[in-house]
């Protein structure tokens, strides 16, 4: 007995441990998000990013080799999340029409940028720049965002407008990103959590006023005998 509740204290303390380690890293990674955000990647010090967190500038060094170890700890933090959430969403809406799949994807996908707002500002910021983290994320994980949804966006689109999709892709790419471009106006508009879903839900619903008059474009080019 006296053996088990050893390993008992020994296994919390562990676990506790492990909570410990997760809590500070996220504090770091939190603190270097709003940092990236505010000041650019250039601009911030890991003295900077390890006083806003509130911890030692050594364990900084510890858990992820430096600003630049950070900075891809938390893109590749996001991106898998971000990847996942997209996946799971196609999956759950598969037996559902391709537009109802779309429009939830959609919602979902802004609303996962604005939970992580300040890091999506950043990236979307960095990818304005011709540089290495760039590219490396274009091979990546901007492809593989790309090919989940120009796919359902695609199948989607009525015959009539498939010459034109690579432009209406634009479009629907751009309404998407614009929120997370335009700081003033979050600044104002985000007050809490209730705001902010508040906002995902009459932005999208206008995006998808967007997609319906697409979607009516089908009806226009068919037979009167062929609409259902």
């Known amino acids: 007995m006296q053996e088990f509740n050893f390993y008992c204290r020994i296994l919390l303390k562990g676990r ?3 909570l410990e ?14 940092l990236f955000f505010q000041k650019g990647f250039d601009g911030t010090s890991v003295r900077d990013i390890a006083y806003k967190a509130d911890v030692n500038v050594s364990l900084i060094s510890y858990y992820f080799k430096g600003k630049q170890g950070l900075l891809e700890h938390a893109v590749i933090h996001y991106y898998e999340s971000y990847l996942e959430m997209m996946e799971e969403n196609i999956h759950a809406y598969q037996k559902e029409s391709t537009l109802d799949c779309l429009k939830n994807l959609v919602f979902n996908m802004i609303y996962f940028r604005l939970e992580h707002y300040q890091l999506s500002a950043f990236i979307h910021r960095e990818l304005l720049l011709d540089s290495t983290f ?13 090919h989940l949804l120009s796919s359902l966006f695609y199948h989607f689109l009525p015959e009539s407008k498939r010459k034109s999709r690579r432009m209406l892709y634009m479009q629907l790419q751009g309404m998407i990103m614009s ?3 335009l700081k003033i106006e979050w600044d104002t508009t985000l007050l809490d959590d209730y ?3 508040q906002f995902v839900r009459q932005y999208t619903n206008e995006l998808n006023e967007w997609l319906d008059f697409l979607k009516a474009f089908e009806y226009e080019t068919c037979p009167p005998n062929s609409r259902n």
Not at 23 to 30: D, E, L, N, R, Y
Not at 134 to 146: C, D, Q
Request: hydrophobic share 35%; proline share 3%; net charge positive.
């Open 134 to 146: 760039v590219r490396e994320m274009s091979v990546t994980y901007l492809a593989k965002e790309n």
């Open 179 to 181: 929120p997370f471009n």
């Open 195 to 197: 705001g902010r879903t």
């Open 21 to 34: 380690e997760m809590s500070t890293k996220q504090k770091v990674i939190h603190a270097a998000s709003t």
């Open 16 to 18: 506790r441990l492990c």
